[in-house]
């Protein structure tokens, strides 16, 4: 009788964990749709590597930038560079996912370049950096609640808001005053482009000074652009 009750004990935490579990991230998406989430445990995950690391780490605040006042230009290199789809599907491109499965397995290394703008947006507001089972279960379920409660233009805003894009530097607006001096809407084209160039690796490449490595990155964002037009009945009205 004692184990069976505490069974049933255990059985019923269980039960409550996994019934919050399920609730949360939906509740949490619910909320961004009226609400401009300020900060991000991403943000937080940052400030704690650099903690541990005994190193400075400045973060600066969000610059909230409405989707109707960012210049087209900025959102169809970033676009074109990170998910030319992302308009069409439901938050998962799954002939992606296979391409980057077949080429991972191919050269023997891990399944990278897969993550839609909605994957990207999800762990960059509700959840953090790291290659974690847990953390990409998680970003599969956020991706879910996010395409079926939000709309694709306010999912991109959110992106467009909080995305790393230098340390301690998230969303257009902060980073075109922290790396250019101006305002988001004031930037030129070739900054434009260094900014959507330098996603893949916020932390480590500049906009500013781009190496050689972002200069290559930068001539891709301009290809891929001039290849692919953006869809601009999908944003609103300025």
Same mark, same amino acid.
Not at 213 to 234: C, D, G, H, M, Y
């Given at each position: 009788?004692?184990?069976?009750?505490?069974?049933?004990?255990?059985?019923?935490?269980?039960?409550?964990?996994?019934?919050?579990?399920?609730? +949360?991230?939906?509740?949490?998406?619910?909320?961004?749709?009226?609400?401009?989430?300020?900060?991000?445990?991403?943000?937080?995950?940052?400030?704690?590597?650099?903690?541990?690391?005994?190193?400075?780490? =400045?973060?600066?605040?969000?610059?909230?930038?409405?989707?109707?006042?960012?210049?087209?230009?900025?959102?169809?290199?970033?676009?074109?560079?990170?998910?030319?789809?992302?308009?069409?599907?439901?938050?998962?491109?799954?002939?992606?996912?296979?391409?980057?499965?077949?080429?991972?397995?191919?050269?023997?290394?891990?399944?990278?370049?897969?993550?839609?703008?909605?994957?990207?947006?999800?762990?960059?507001?509700?959840?953090?950096?790291?290659?974690?089972?847990?953390?990409?279960?998680?970003?599969?379920?956020?991706?879910?609640?996010?395409?079926?409660?939000?709309?694709?233009?306010?999912?991109?805003?959110?992106?467009?808001?909080?995305?790393?894009?230098?340390?301690?530097?998230?969303?257009?607006?902060?980073?075109?005053?922290?790396?250019?001096?101006?305002?988001?809407?004031?930037?030129?084209?070739?900054?434009?482009?260094?900014?959507?160039?330098?996603?893949?690796?916020?932390?480590?490449?500049?906009?500013?000074?781009?190496?050689?490595?972002?200069?290559?990155?930068?001539?891709? +964002?301009?290809?891929?652009?001039?290849?692919?037009?953006?869809?601009?009945? =999908?944003?609103?009205?300025?």
């Amino acid at each position: 009788m004692a184990a069976k009750s505490r069974f049933r004990r255990f059985a019923k935490i269980f039960l409550i964990i996994a019934l919050v579990a399920a609730i +949360v991230p939906p509740a949490q998406v619910m909320l961004t749709k009226l609400w401009n989430p300020p900060t991000s445990p991403m943000q937080f995950q940052r400030k704690v590597e650099a903690w541990r690391k005994g190193s400075e780490w =400045e973060q600066h605040p969000i610059e909230w930038v409405k989707l109707k006042d960012t210049p087209p230009q900025l959102i169809h290199f970033i676009w074109a560079s990170e998910d030319q789809a992302f308009f069409q599907h439901g938050g998962f491109d799954l002939p992606q996912l296979r391409k980057a499965m077949n080429e991972a397995k191919a050269k023997g290394k891990e399944v990278t370049g897969a993550s839609t703008i909605t994957m990207q947006c999800a762990r960059s507001v509700f959840l953090w950096q790291g290659r974690s089972y847990i953390r990409k279960g998680l970003e599969a379920y956020y991706t879910f609640w996010m395409e079926l409660l939000l709309s694709k233009q306010r999912i991109l805003e959110l992106y467009l808001n909080h995305i790393e894009m230098g340390p301690g530097i998230y969303g257009i607006g902060a980073a075109a005053e922290q790396h250019f001096g101006k305002p988001v809407g004031q930037l030129s084209r070739s900054q434009m482009m260094a900014l959507a160039a330098i996603l893949p690796n916020p932390l480590n490449w500049s906009p500013v000074k781009p190496d050689a490595k972002v200069q290559k990155k930068i001539r891709r +964002v301009e290809r891929l652009s001039s290849r692919a037009p953006f869809p601009t009945k =999908e944003l609103p009205e300025r």
